[in-house]
């Protein structure tokens, strides 16, 4: 068969080829015989003048170019035929049709099955969309800022969200105040200071990368009570900086240097900034709204005293041992550099004296931490601290507009996480979440177990229903009291139930991409993928868990808290 279909083949070739010689042939015969004519005729009538020998000399040429002419299509058509069956089929430039498939799948899959009894049918719709858009964002069919306009454009035509409600979100402070650090990062690396810092400090703590980390870990745990907003701390302050120090290793997002060094230091500083927003009242923006609740729900007011003591003791272990944890799950390549100290020193030698632009760029970065620390008294808010400093390094030229524009992770963070805040927060108004907790209350208090158990479990459900929030102030607003409701109703001492309830609002941001201002900055800066991200959040998270629990057991209990 294959043999008969062989011999077809080259059959059709050889009858292509005689047809195509065939018609050249027969154009060439034609050129010959009016070329002929016209001589004979030039020769038959010589005796009527110069002016007709020249006419019929003329018209003989244009017959010939016009032969050759029709001559070179043919030819160029058979090229561009021949061409066009080589070339191959065109690539696909548009989304990955299987991860969009399984969004939309998981997305239609929850849309078709009846809500359950109590659950609005638009809470059910939207959660949907929630989660048909988590699962784009997981699978990534198109980037992540694309996944989210797409999901926020489903809800509008299938008239689940307004406008108003959808974009409802790009008017809150968090996305902005991210996309604003964003732009003050792109100032600290192109001045340079940046990598004079980056350079100071590795020739300080240089010769490891653990030490490198150490130092980072700590530094914000200082300024963690100063400081109440972690994406402030995260995106204004440490991201730029680790951007730096990543760059003076070697160590750079996007040309395959990622796990040398700034894998391992920037997911490792983005969990540590959950920890030092756990153990401070004044370390998160959303932690004095659990301190409110609780005062509410238990006519108890948490000091900041009672909260950092509380927090002191699980909080400084895990500070010590978790970046020794991700050390052997997730470890740099470049662990040990004894050279570095050394380069570093006369790196900082060749910089010289810092520049104008430099100084420009370090009083704007010490005006806005000063406004993020102080600006509150003066009501002046994390974003405006942060315009303030944008707007001095606008004005004196050392960042453009230019270049904020061209800053694309910003804008696709700003997209993406203002677009899940929006559905998380209408899952809320919704009722979906008040629905959630009644289930849990109801399940829970039935068990009749005594008080230790039954706590244990509702904290680990409150825990990993973060999942569900883009936002730890939601999450608290929506859950927090409910769930404090049914601790103390089933045993639990009041102030550690409402302690813990808080404490852990901060931790369980550990465990994706959104659900804590510092993670959307850290995982922009594109060292670590996202099903990497979402694998090492879920294990840390275990590990926070079996490492809370039992240590606030007993150092709560020497405390005097129960």
Known sequence: MASTLSTSARGLAVVSKVKSQNK?????SVVRTQAKAVKACSSKHVAFGGSHKRALTERASSIKASSHKRLAVHCNSAVVQAAAAAEPPAEWKGANLKSLGISVACGALIWFIPPPAGVEIMAWKLLAIFVATIVGIITQPVPLGAVAMIGLGAAMVLKVLPFTAAFSAFATEIPWLIAVAFFLARGFIKTGLGNRIAYMIVSAFGSTTLGLTYSLVFAEALLAPAIPSVAARAGGIFLPLCKALCGACGSNAGDGTERKMGSYLMFTMFQMSTISSSMFITAMAANPLSVNLAAAAIGQTISWGQWALAASVPGFLTLLLAPLVLYILYPPEQKESPEAPKKAKEELAKLGPMTTDEKIMGGALLVTVFLWIAGGSFGIGSVAAALVGLTILLVTGVVTWKECLAEGPAWDTLTWFAALIAMAAYLNKYGLIKWFSGQVVNVVGGLGLAWQPAFLIALVI???????????????????????????????PPLVAALALG????????????????????????YVDLPKWWTLGGIMSAFYLALWIPVCSVWWKVIGLY
């Open 462 to 492: 409150y825990f990993y229903a973060h999942y569900m929030f883009a936002s730890g102030a939601a999450h608290i607003g929506a859950m927090y009291t409910a769930f404090l409701s049914v601790a103390v109703a089933c045993g639990s």
């Open 24 to 28: 050249a042939n027969s154009t060439n």
């Open 503 to 526: 404490i852990m609002s901060n931790i369980m941001g550990c465990t994706t991409h959104y659900g804590i201002g510092s993670a959307p900055p850290y995982f922009g800066a594109g």
